[in-house]
C-alpha cells in the first residue's frame, strides 16, 4: 500500500513566528499530487496548498508555502508569521492521477499567544 | 453557494441494520469519494468515483457499497453495519477528470454503530 508519513503528531509555535510541519510520502507513480488540508475544531476539512508533482516550483498561497523534494518524497509545510487561525489538525495527502487518495494521519498544530 | 451536503450528520443504529449515507454536490463535479476518519488516524478513502456508472475501491472498501447513477449524487450504503463501521466519514468532489484540482468536503457524518 503507497503510504503517507507525518512524523510529528504535534507542533507548537508561538504566534507570528514560522512553523514547519513535515510530510513524506511512498509511491510508484511518476505523476501525482499532493495537498495540504487544514482540519480546524469544527472538523471541516479545508485545502490549505496543493503542488502537481510534475513541478519543480515550490508552491506558495501568502503565509503558507511547501518545499517539495521529489526525488527524496517528501512536501513540507512551512507556515510564516503564525495567527491563532492556524491552530488546526494539518493533513498531508497524495492523490494519484488515478484518482486514489491517500492521507497522513495528521499534525496537531498549537499557535501560542 | 457551492457545496458538498451529507445527510444524516449523525446516526446512532444498531449492528445490521442496513443505511444510507447520501452525498450531493451542486458544482457539476465529476469526481466523488468517501473517506472515514478514525480518531488518531487521518482519512482513508473507502470508494472513489471518476464520473457516472465509474466507481472504484479505495483502501478500506471492505462492507461499504456506493452508486454513481447521476453526477451530482454518490450515496455511501452499509448493508450490515457493524460496531467497527463506527466512525466519522466524509464525502468530497473536485472538479474535472484531472486530479489536481482540490476535493471540496462534507461536513461529515458521525456514524455509531451499536
Known amino acids: 500500500a503507497q503510504t503517507v508519513t507525518q512524523s510529528q503528531p504535534e507542533m507548537s509555535v508561538q504566534e507570528a513566528e514560522t512553523v514547519t510541519l513535515s510530510c513524506t510520502y511512498d509511491t510508484s507513480e511518476s505523476d501525482y499530487y499532493l495537498f495540504w488540508y487544514k482540519q480546524p475544531p469544527s472538523r471541516q476539512m479545508i485545502l490549505v496548498i496543493r503542488?502537481?508533482?510534475?513541478?519543480?516550483q515550490n508552491a506558495t498561497e501568502n503565509r503558507f508555502s511547501v518545499n517539495f523534494q521529489k526525488a527524496a518524497k517528501s512536501f513540507s509545510l512551512k507556515i510564516s508569521d503564525s495567527q491563532l487561525g492556524d491552530a488546526a489538525m494539518y493533513f498531508c495527502?497524495?492523490?494519484?492521477?488515478?484518482?486514489?487518495?491517500?492521507f497522513g494521519d495528521g499534525t496537531t498544530l498549537t499557535v501560542k499567544p | 453557494e457551492a457545496q458538498v451536503t451529507q445527510n444524516p450528520r449523525y446516526l446512532i443504529t444498531v449492528t445490521g441494520k442496513k443505511l444510507t449515507v447520501t452525498c450531493s454536490q451542486n458544482?457539476?463535479?465529476?469526481?466523488m469519494s468517501w473517506y472515514r476518519q478514525d480518531p488518531g488516524l487521518g482519512l482513508r478513502q473507502i470508494y472513489y468515483s471518476m464520473n457516472v456508472e465509474v466507481t472504484d475501491k479505495g483502501d478500506v472498501p471492505e462492507g461499504y457499497k456506493v452508486s454513481r447513477k447521476e453526477k451530482r449524487n454518490f450515496p455511501l450504503i452499509l448493508e450490515s453495519p457493524s460496531p467497527n463501521q463506527t466512525s466519522l466519514y466524509f464525502c468530497a468532489s473536485s472538479s474535472g477528470q484531472r486530479t489536481n484540482q482540490p476535493q471540496h468536503f462534507g461536513d461529515g457524518t458521525r456514524l455509531s454503530i451499536l
Open positions: 503542488q502537481e508533482a510534475y513541478k519543480q
Open positions: 458544482m457539476n463535479h465529476e469526481y
Open positions: 495527502a497524495r492523490r494519484s492521477n488515478a484518482g486514489k487518495s491517500t
